[in-house]
């Protein structure tokens, strides 16, 4: 079983920039793929990023390649989601999932993912 605890949330202007933060215990997160998803209120959760179990092989959504990057710190059983310049359509509640049987190539799917965290509020204003 892996329990994920999703933190770094918080509210930022628009062009701002925060670190979200998901935390394993449990189980090494170093054979799981992860992935990031949010879900904004009156919307269905929609795919941010996914990275494979050592990094190599990543996804990312349109709507945020060249503004997020995700990464993985084995030695904190630890992924991060770095966000730069934040728009106030990525007002959102962002949760972080892991599933074993997609470690070698990542989904994008929620349905796919097997552990969630139950997410962190992010907030851009204009």
């Known amino acids: 079983q892996v329990q994920l605890v999703e933190s770094g949330g918080g509210l930022v202007q628009a062009g701002g920039a925060l670190r979200l933060s998901c935390a394993a215990s449990?189980?090494?997160?170093?054979?799981?793929?992860m992935g990031w998803f949010r879900q904004a209120p009156g919307k269905e959760r929609e795919f941010v990023v996914a990275v494979n179990w050592n990094g190599g092989v990543t996804e990312y959504s349109d709507s945020v390649k060249g503004r997020f990057t995700i990464s993985r710190d084995k030695a904190k059983n630890t992924v991060y989601l770095q966000m730069n310049s934040l728009k106030p359509e990525y007002t959102a509640v962002y949760y972080c999932?892991?599933?074993?049987?997609?470690?070698?190539?990542?989904?994008?799917?929620?349905?796919?993912?097997?552990?969630w965290g139950k997410g962190t509020q992010v907030t851009v204003s204009s």
């Open positions: 999932a892991a599933d074993y049987s997609l470690r070698f190539r990542p989904a994008t799917s929620s349905n796919e993912y097997d552990y």
């Open positions: 449990g189980r090494t997160l170093s054979t799981y793929a």
